[in-house]
């Protein structure tokens, strides 16, 4: 049995004349935090809504799951979870109604609500809001309520697109360690970012600039390919120089 979660070859995708996503190829295994690094337009947002079936790549090939994502992506939206880098919940419902409605969504039979709804509230630590409503609730905390929800029907695959995004420090902190928890329990994490502080945790990277991959691997690997002569090189300094030389190509 296969470790390969993800895989994808020569996938591409391109809107009219515009080449989005140009012929790249990765695989993602089993359990692994896997991140999608690069900058704003570079093609992350468009590879993750392929890889989870809501929108149609123009060519190549690829599984999640086992799913094909040209032609199974109802099977993969019911298999994995997705937290968009937008907050894609109801803010005119509180918590507890939000989960529920998720729940259905998941076709999570009823008989095991009570237990996941208990799950997420105590996951989230939002107990004593659930009955808020979530607009009024801070960033921090509804970004905790929509991984939550994402993880009702306790998928084997979580996809994050740049899932920090406009929170503080310490919430961006705490997130991450709840990350790396499901990764230990054996939940798959493909998540994209531009936060080399958050990339630093991922167990391998992918960068892609323009389309295109431009480098892959674990991130201190990645470090010492562009710096082999300098010790105090970090991945900011990696990203910086990959994406210069890329741009100018």
Known sequence: MTSEVVKVDGLVKRFGDFTAVDHIAFSVERGEIFGFLGPNGAGKSTTIRMLCGIITPTGGSGHVGGFDIFTQSERIKQSIGYMSQKFSLYTDMTPLENIRFYLGIYNVPETQWPERIQWVLDMTRLE?????????????????????????????????????????????????????????????????????????????????????????????DIVAAQFPDRPDADLNDAFIKLMAREGGR
């Open 128 to 220: 004593e809001t659930k009955d808020r409503l979530t607009a009024e609730l801070p960033p921090g905390w509804r970004q905790r309520l929509a991984l939550g929800c994402a993880l009702l029907h306790r998928p084997p695959i979580l996809f994050l697109d740049e899932p920090t995004s406009g929170v503080d420090p310490l919430t961006r902190r705490q997130f991450w360690r709840f990350i790396g928890r499901l990764a230990a329990d054996g939940i798959t994490v493909f998540v994209t970012t531009h936060y080399m502080d958050e990339a630093r945790f991922c167990d391998r990277l992918v960068m892609i600039n323009e389309g295109r991959i431009v480098a892959s691997g674990a991130p201190r």
